[in-house]
Nanobody
């Protein structure tokens, strides 16, 4: 199973980006999926998770700004990021859990004026 993340880029503070993560294989719809991020010099941290049924959890610092979602018909995970701040700058990774135990390759998000 492979995970392919995309959608990163350079955005000004207050702007928005949507990350996508396409999964191959047939187990996507039945596993928890998540987004993690790693800023320079810092440990990787969990940003958000979503269960197969759509229950979500978020890192406190992104609550109200980020939304994780999934389209099981398209085997795709999303992260809508609004009101971006410079401290959101990081490489973002999608992650599958359970039977889809895999990491995407990472996509760079840079928030800067």
């Amino acid at each position: 199973v492979q995970l392919q993340a995309s959608g990163g880029g350079l955005v000004q503070p207050g702007g928005s980006l949507r990350l996508s993560c396409a999964a191959s294989g047939s187990v996507f719809s039945s596993v928890v999926m998540g987004w993690h991020r790693q800023a320079p010099g810092k440990d990787r941290e969990l940003v958000a998770t979503i269960t197969p049924g759509g229950t979500t959890n978020y890192l406190d610092s992104v609550k109200g700004r980020f939304t994780i979602s999934r389209d099981n018909a398209k085997n795709t995970l999303y992260l809508q990021m609004n009101s971006l701040k410079p401290e959101d700058t990081a490489v973002y990774y999608c992650r599958g859990y359970g039977r889809l135990n895999s990491w995407g390759q990472g996509t760079q998000v840079t928030v800067s004026s």
